[in-house]
């Protein structure tokens, strides 16, 4: 078994792009607009919309990971090192559900869904800062920054030093 499912490959890639623009977004644009800016809405809703299709993905990611075969673990030439490899790739599930959860828990506390989605009229409060779960949105998106970033330097260490065509097992082909 040379290379990962497709159909995770495909979920991979997606998810890459569907997870930092989130967190682009969400840093940047999101959280930088004040609550009582009309455009506040839309930007929620498109944030929330978002957050959500990164759910349904990833619950499908981990069942299609259960269900299909992976080649074996890859070989960083040092035992430390793949066991870094395992924990920070669970790391990466886990951040990701933790942002997705945080997420929905700031929503809630909100009252988010029927002022974004329901249009009841209802206004914003001032600001998120005294939810408690909006702190560890806040919290994990520096890691989840972080933890992506030790992820790409690790597959390229992978490909140019150790010069085992490891991307590849994340590509389509035979
Ligand atoms: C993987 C999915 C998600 C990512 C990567 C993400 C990312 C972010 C980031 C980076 C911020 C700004 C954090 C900061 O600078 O302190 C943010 C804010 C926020 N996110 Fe998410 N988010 C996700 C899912 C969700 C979901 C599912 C919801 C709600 C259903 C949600 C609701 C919010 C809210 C309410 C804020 C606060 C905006 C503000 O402070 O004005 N997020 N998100």
Same mark, same amino acid.
């Given at each position: $078994?040379?290379?990962?499912?497709? *159909?995770?490959?495909?979920?991979?890639?997606?998810?890459?792009?569907?997870?930092? @623009?989130?967190?682009? $977004?969400?840093?940047?644009?999101?959280?930088?607009?004040?609550?009582?800016?009309?455009?506040?809405?839309?930007?929620?809703?498109?944030?929330?919309?978002?957050?959500?299709?990164?759910?349904?993905? $990833?619950?499908?990611?981990?069942?299609?990971?259960?269900?299909?075969?992976?080649?074996?673990?890859?070989?960083?030439?040092?035992? *430390?090192?793949?066991?870094?490899?395992?924990?920070?790739?669970?790391? /990466?599930?886990?951040?990701?559900?933790? $942002?997705?959860?945080?997420?929905?828990?700031?929503?809630?506390?909100?009252?988010?869904?029927?002022?974004?989605?329901?249009?009841?009229? @209802?206004?914003?409060?001032?600001?998120?800062?005294? *939810?408690?779960?909006? /702190?560890?949105?806040?919290?994990?998106?520096?890691?989840?920054?972080?933890?992506?970033?030790?992820? @790409?330097?690790?597959?390229?260490?992978?490909?140019?030093?150790?010069?085992?065509?490891?991307?590849?097992?994340?590509?389509?082909?035979?």
């Amino acid at each position: $078994m040379k290379r990962y499912h497709p *159909i995770l490959v495909s979920l991979h890639w997606l998810l890459t792009v569907l997870i930092i @623009v989130a967190l682009l $977004m969400g840093s940047n644009i999101l959280s930088q607009i004040p609550n009582d800016n009309p455009e506040k809405l839309f930007a929620l809703k498109l944030h929330m919309i978002s957050g959500f299709i990164i759910l349904i993905l $990833m619950i499908a990611r981990v069942i299609v990971r259960k269900v299909t075969q992976k080649p074996p673990q890859a070989d960083a030439g040092n035992a *430390i090192l793949n066991k870094a490899g395992i924990t920070a790739h669970y790391l /990466l599930y886990l951040l990701v559900f933790g $942002m997705v959860g945080s997420g929905i828990a700031t929503a809630l506390i909100a009252g988010l869904p029927d002022i974004v989605f329901n249009n009841s009229g @209802v206004a914003l409060p001032e600001n998120f800062n005294d *939810i408690l779960p909006r /702190l560890f949105h806040g919290i994990i998106a520096k890691i989840l920054f972080a933890m992506i970033f030790l992820h @790409v330097l690790g597959a390229l260490y992978h490909q140019f030093v150790r010069k085992d065509s490891l991307l590849s097992r994340m590509w389509f082909g035979k």
